[in-house]
């Protein structure tokens, strides 16, 4: 099967509000006003939470019809912590991300123990944003050009 590529632009609307266009969609980033921001959308850290979850239950639910049961209902629930003090320029003592994530996937399904654990095995290889997560993706950052107002 082919590569997919997608994409997306961003806009910066403020020192905390980012407009991102993704296909025919607008998503607005934004922080809580305890970090700066104006709390009108979440922040980027709850939308790496966001497409966690919206990944597994995708994925999830494509499994599960291979294995031959449906998923009714799938309730995510995902937590981590992260210390704010590197991205303040206050430390370099921690990362600037998650320290690590807990995911608790709770799926109302009819299959039993052993194939639910099978089927979270599966969903933990096959999500992409989780192998994006648990493994190193090269990343490349350049400046364009310098822009003055």
Avoid: H
């Avoid at 303040?88 to 320290?99: I, W």
């Amino acid at each position: 099967m082919a590569d997919l590529k997608f994409r997306i632009k961003a806009q910066r609307a403020s020192d905390a509000k980012t407009i991102v266009k993704a296909r025919n969609f607008e998503i607005i980033v934004d922080e809580p006003q305890s970090l700066g921001g104006t709390d009108l959308a979440p922040n980027p850290v709850e939308y790496v939470l966001a497409a966690l979850a919206g990944c597994l239950n995708v994925t999830g639910c494509l499994i599960a019809k291979e294995m031959g049961f449906e998923i009714k209902d799938l309730q995510i629930d995902i937590c981590g912590d992260l210390n704010p003090a590197k991205l303040f320029g206050q430390s370099d003592d921690d990362r600037a991300g998650y320290k690590g994530l807990e995911v608790r996937m709770t799926p109302v399904c009819n299959a039993d123990e052993a194939t639910l654990n099978e089927w979270m095995r599966r969903v933990e290889s096959r999500c992409p944003v989780s192998d994006n997560l648990m493994n190193a993706t090269p990343l490349k950052i350049t400046l364009k050009t310098l822009q003055t107002a």
